[in-house]
């Protein structure tokens, strides 16, 4: 039993090497992060007169996909999360807050992932194609 635990972690630790205080350096493949763009319901649109957006990105890698969004190409602020790590891929979301009339306007919002050494990757919700 103590055997298999130690190769686990073995195995777990070989992802990443940390040199001095914390400098992590990540061994692995580069991978784009697939997105997925969630609409705000109907519930929220509704009761609070915000629109919540959330933006998914999964299984990328290195961790330092920056992600951003634009409402009809205008870029506009989000709240980030910081990548977590499952598998040998990090995952991420984003989530964009607008006012409701903001919403109502809008004809598209895109998300987008980032890495310096990597292709844009990106995802666009038309606001005709969600219901509600």
Same mark, same amino acid.
């Given at each position: @039993?103590?055997?298999?635990?130690?190769?686990?972690?073995?195995?777990?630790?070989?992802?990443?090497?940390?040199?001095?205080?914390?400098?992590?350096?990540?061994?692995?493949?580069?991978?784009?992060?697939?997105?997925?763009?969630?609409?705000?319901?109907?519930?929220?649109?509704?009761?609070? %007169?915000?629109?919540?957006?959330?933006?998914?990105?999964?299984?990328?890698?290195?961790?330092?996909?920056? @992600?951003?969004?634009?409402?009809? %190409?205008?870029?506009?602020?989000?709240?980030?999360?910081?990548?977590?790590?499952?598998?040998?891929?990090?995952?991420?979301?984003?989530?964009?807050?607008?006012?409701?009339?903001?919403?109502?306007?809008?004809?598209?919002?895109?998300?987008?992932?980032?890495?310096?050494?990597?292709?844009?990757?990106?995802?666009?919700?038309?606001?005709?194609?969600?219901?509600?």
């Amino acid at each position: @039993m103590q055997e298999v635990f130690e190769r686990a972690v073995i195995g777990i630790v070989s992802l990443w090497n940390t040199f001095g205080s914390g400098t992590r350096l990540g061994v692995g493949s580069n991978s784009a992060p697939t997105l997925n763009i969630l609409p705000p319901s109907s519930e929220e649109l509704s009761s609070t %007169r915000t629109a919540t957006l959330t933006c998914l990105a999964n299984k990328g890698f290195p961790s330092d996909w920056t @992600m951003s969004w634009k409402v009809d %190409r205008t870029s506009k602020k989000q709240e980030d999360s910081t990548g977590v790590l499952e598998k040998d891929l990090y995952s991420w979301i984003s989530t964009l807050t607008l006012t409701a009339q903001e919403w109502t306007k809008a004809g598209e919002v895109t998300c987008e992932a980032q890495q310096k050494s990597q292709t844009p990757v990106t995802k666009t919700l038309r606001k005709a194609d969600c219901s509600g």
